[in-house]
Each structure stands twice: as structure tokens, then as C-alpha cells.
């Protein structure tokens, strides 16, 4: 399964690294030189990564066990640095670094480096990072839920559940503190966004939480105020002054709705998860067991579909929340993407590409799964004729 997933990716990242350079010219034609460099080692990482891989699934009998065991460490660092590179790039988009602007607009004083590791990267890197773990360990405990929902209640069900359910667990109280320092800082770094999250009206001290609501001809609709948390959680003082939407000139305003829904949903869900953690914690600590409740069995079961809904809300909340800006105060996304003519039979193509690589795995993901079902002797690690 980790190898089909791994060349899934593989193909679709392909896809991916043409697209900054063939539909954002406008970005990356002046500044290439500033934001190469995590692109350039992002694809050594990328590389290393694949390698090891492929040593590490192709020498499972071949290799001495210390050896074979070894080989997941590449992976591991190729996997973390990797990442680092990768959302280097979109944390320069929010908060640019490492060069200078000329009075005729020439970009001069490049810093690869500076730009790189810009004051937005690590609380970006940390929250991915984080949700990374939630997604993979609620998904992979959603699969062996559904399991014990069936009555597989068997020692590798058990297992398959409680190690990745635990790691998950450890991840989200860690997310939700990473989530408020990346709030913080919108403070001062990003206040147009932050009104739009908290969909903030006016610019004030004991700045109200809006639970809900739309904000439509300029009022606020069906919202659900609580007095002074905006600006305790922005600034950790009631007397913090937050920034309105009324600080934000028109033409430089997000669309407020989509930024504010997406950013109550993710926190929604979170809140949710790290709920179904502590059911589990709490059970644990008083009998040293799993719950026996049916409703934790199937919550468990769709944990990993709201641990994905989360995690694309909240990079709903970043992208979105940047707008009009694809390079934040800098350069605006309808002056970065292209002008080429076709661009809707590019975006239908890339599109059919996806639909038909996701349609391909699904049926691979299934046909692998009922050739083990069936007991059928597979030559892989771990094939139902490997004796546990």
C-alpha cells in the first residue's frame, strides 16, 4: 500500500512542480531566483526519499535485518526535510524575505537563505506537520475502528488501532497550541486575514468571538458574539486592540465568509478530535481498556475523514485568508497568473489526470485488499501467509 501511494504521489507531485512555473509566471518570473532553492531541495529530498524507498520494499528478504531496518531512517529524514522545504514556499508567500525591491521594481539583494527560512516558517511547518500526524493516525485508527465495529476484536486490531489512534491523540493538543502561536502572529503580520477568521466589523480592544454568522452588505448576520476572546486569544489581554475590516482598504479584502467558515469548521473539528482523544485517554485511566461504546467505535470510524476535512480547511484559511495577495503586500494573484490562451482545456486535463489516477488507486487499494481477504499467498511484507 506504501508503494502504490508513494508512485501516486510521485505523479501528481509531477504535475504539481510544472504548475507554479507554466500558471503563476507573474510570481515566479522575478522571483525564482528568491524561492528556488527550497523547490531545488525539496526534489533532492523527494528523491533520497524514493531511494530509500525502494531499497527498503525491494530488499525485504534480501537485505541483512539491521540493514533492511536502517533504511528507514533516510526516509524518515527525507520525509521531514521534505516538508520543510515545500511549505518554506507558501510561508515566504505570506511572509516574504530575502530581497529588495528597486524604486523601478527590480528585485535586487537576493538571500536564498533568508528568504527560505522567513518568520513564518516554523509555526507553518510545525501546524503541517502536526496535522500530518492527526490525518494519518485518525485515518489509519478509522480503518481498524470499522474493524472492531464489525467484531474483529483480535490482538493486530487492536494494535492497528491504538498505536496510530495514540499518536494522533499526542498530536492534537500540540496542534492547538502551534494553531494559536499561528493566530497570534496574524496579529501584526496578516490582520486582514485575522479580521476575516473572526469576522471582526470594527477595529477595537475586547475584541468579541463571532460564533456563526455571514457578514452580508457589510453587517454581521446570525453571528454568536462572546465579548473579549478575539482579542484574548490574539493577544492574550482583553486590552489587545484588534484590527477590523474597516482597517482594510476594499480592493484588499478576502472573501470574509469562506475564510471565516473554514477557519470555525477546522477549529470545529479539531475541538471534536481532541474530544474523542480524551474519551479514549479517560477510559484507558480508569480500566486500562478500550471504550466499549458503540457511538466512540463509530466516531473513531470517520476520525480520519474530519482529520482531512480539517486539514484542508485550515489551508482554505491560509490561501483564501491571503487574497488578493498571492505574494502577501507584494504581488497580487491576478497580476501573478497567466494570460496564455487554453488555460480551461489545461485545468480540464489536469483535472481528468487526477480523477483517473484517484479512480486507479481505489481499484489497485481494493483489489490488494481482497486478494489478503481471500488468504491468497502475496509476495509482499506483512501478506496474510506471514505468521505474526
Not at 520525509?79 to 525591491?101: D, E, L, R
Amino acid at each position: 500500500v506504501q508503494g502504490v501511494l508513494f508512485a501516486v504521489g510521485a505523479v501528481s507531485g509531477t504535475i504539481l512542480s510544472f504548475e507554479m512555473g507554466m500558471l503563476w509566471p507573474g510570481m515566479m518570473g522575478p522571483f525564482g531566483d528568491v524561492i528556488g532553492l527550497p523547490f531545488t531541495l525539496e526534489g533532492v529530498s523527494f528523491f533520497l526519499e524514493a531511494i530509500f524507498l525502494a531499497i527498503y520494499l525491494y530488499g525485504w528478504d534480501r537485505l541483512p535485518a539491521r540493514i533492511h531496518y536502517y533504511t528507514l531512517f533516510p526516509i524518515i529524514a527525507a520525509g521531514f526535510a521534505g516538508s520543510f522545504f515545500i511549505v518554506a514556499v507558501n510561508a515566504w508567500m505570506n511572509a516574504p524575505a530575502g530581497f529588495s525591491i528597486t524604486a523601478a521594481g527590480d528585485i535586487v539583494s537576493v538571500d536564498p537563505w533568508a528568504a527560505m527560512l522567513n518568520e513564518a516558517v516554523a509555526v507553518q511547518y510545525l501546524h503541517m506537520l502536526l496535522a500530518a500526524y492527526m490525518v494519518t493516525g485518525f485515518t489509519i485508527a478509522g480503518v481498524y475502528a470499522a474493524g472492531m465495529l464489525k467484531g474483529r476484536r483480535d490482538r493486530l486490531h487492536r494494535l492497528g488501532f491504538v498505536v496510530p489512534f495514540v499518536v494522533a491523540s499526542l498530536a492534537t493538543p500540540l496542534q492547538i497550541v502551534v494553531g494559536d502561536a499561528a493566530g497570534s502572529r496574524l496579529l501584526e503580520a496578516q490582520p486582514s486575514k485575522l479580521a476575516a477568521m473572526e469576522l471582526l466589523q470594527e477595529t477595537t480592544d475586547r475584541a468579541p468571538l463571532t460564533l456563526g454568522g455571514f457578514l452580508v452588505d457589510g453587517e454581521v448576520v446570525g453571528g454568536i458574539e462572546i465579548p473579549g476572546v478575539a482579542s484574548l486569544l490574539a493577544g492574550k489581554r482583553l486590552s489587545t486592540v484588534v484590527p477590523g475590516l474597516d482597517a482594510v482598504p476594499p480592493d484588499e479584502l478576502p472573501p470574509v465568509n469562506i475564510v471565516h467558515w473554514s477557519f470555525q469548521l477546522m477549529v470545529a473539528l479539531g475541538s471534536l478530535l481532541l474530544l474523542l482523544a480524551f474519551w479514549h485517554a479517560v477510559v484507558w485511566w480508569r480500566r486500562r481498556d478500550l471504550p466499549a461504546s458503540v457511538w466512540f467505535w463509530r466516531l473513531a470510524s470517520i476520525g480520519g475523514v474530519a482529520a482531512i476535512a480539517a486539514m484542508e480547511l485550515g489551508w482554505v484559511t491560509t490561501e483564501v485568508g491571503r487574497q488578493p495577495w498571492i505574494v502577501y503586500g507584494i504581488v497580487r494573484t491576478s497580476d501573478a497568473v497567466t494570460a496564455a490562451p487554453g488555460i480551461v482545456w489545461v485545468a480540464a486535463i489536469t483535472t481528468a489526470v487526477y480523477l483517473v489516477l484517484g479512480t486507479v488507486t481505489i481499484g489497485v487499494l481494493r483489489l490488494m485488499s481482497r486478494r489478503f481477504a481471500r488468504g491468497e499467498d502475496v509476495p509482499a511484507p506483512y501478506g496474510p501467509g506471514v505468521v505474526m
